[in-house]
């Protein structure tokens, strides 16, 4: 989908709209309800987790809550979808995998920098935020780690900040797929409250909307291919 940014804003609204030609008008209105909620103000970053089914319900819980971007540092582990858990959500997510190497980490960290993220690692530091209380006024990405160990010491010390979920058992920590969905249902019900510009561009509407279409063509390359040649 990188040839859409070669698209100006006229030509992927002709796009689009050709492409609901071969979609239902059922299918069109679950677009169109469901872009009113997708954000890029929260991204979610998934450092080394292991066990594909974890990253599957974290998938599942982005597409749930309508967070658009996941960024998979991959270079201990490589990744993998259990179909079963992720239900289809990854289609329909904008997922970046990083495997550059020892600096992967570093390099993610900058590039999420550039884009005005400030990095939240969920772990339970003791100057860490509760989730209540973490302010997202801006852009925020939620740093998740390892099943077993967490993030990693970098990870920790690199992160502009930490959040906690208040836990009031006996068992010190929280699955990274549950801590991921209590915190997005958290933070995308605060957001949604919040009179901050959270939701995606218009620009951005309509590349997600494609590529959404094109998810749910038979052969939707070709037919992308074939409209651009004729008529852009």
């Given amino acids: 989908m990188e040839w859409i940014k070669d698209l100006n804003f006229e030509q992927k609204k002709k796009l689009y ?34 066990q594909s089914h974890n990253i599957s319900a974290v998938l599942r819980s982005c597409d749930c809550f309508g967070v658009q971007d996941i960024h998979i540092i991959e270079n201990l582990h490589p990744y993998h979808i259990n179909p079963e858990i ?25 590039a999420i920098h550039q884009q005005g993220y ?28 390892t099943e077993k160990d967490g993030l990693s010491e970098e990870a920790v010390r690199r992160a502009d900040g930490y959040m906690k979920i208040p836990m009031h058992g006996f068992t010190e920590s929280l699955n990274i797929s549950v801590s991921a969905g209590i915190s997005l249902y958290a933070l995308t019900t605060r957001l949604h409250k919040m009179k901050i510009p959270w939701q995606v561009s218009e620009q951005e509407t309509i590349e997600i909307k ?21 008529h852009l």
Avoid at 23 to 48: A, C, D, M, P, S
Avoid at 212 to 230: D, L, N, P, R, T
């Fill in 17 to 50: 709209t050709y492409l609901c030609e071969f979609l239902t008008n059922h299918r069109i209105e679950i677009f169109e309800q469901n872009i009113k909620y997708r954000t890029r103000h929260l991204t979610v970053v998934l450092e080394n987790v292991f």
């Fill in 86 to 110: 992720a239900m289809g959500s990854s289609k329909w997510l904008s997922i970046y995998h990083h495997n550059q190497g020892m600096d992967t980490l570093v390099k993610v960290f900058d």
């Fill in 118 to 145: 400030q990095i939240i690692a969920t772990t339970p530091h003791p100057h860490g935020y509760n989730i209540e209380s973490l302010n997202i006024e801006n852009k925020t990405a939620l740093l998740f780690g």
């Fill in 210 to 230: 494609i590529g959404w279409a094109a998810q749910s063509i038979k052969h939707a390359e070709y037919i992308i291919q074939e409209f651009i040649s004729e």
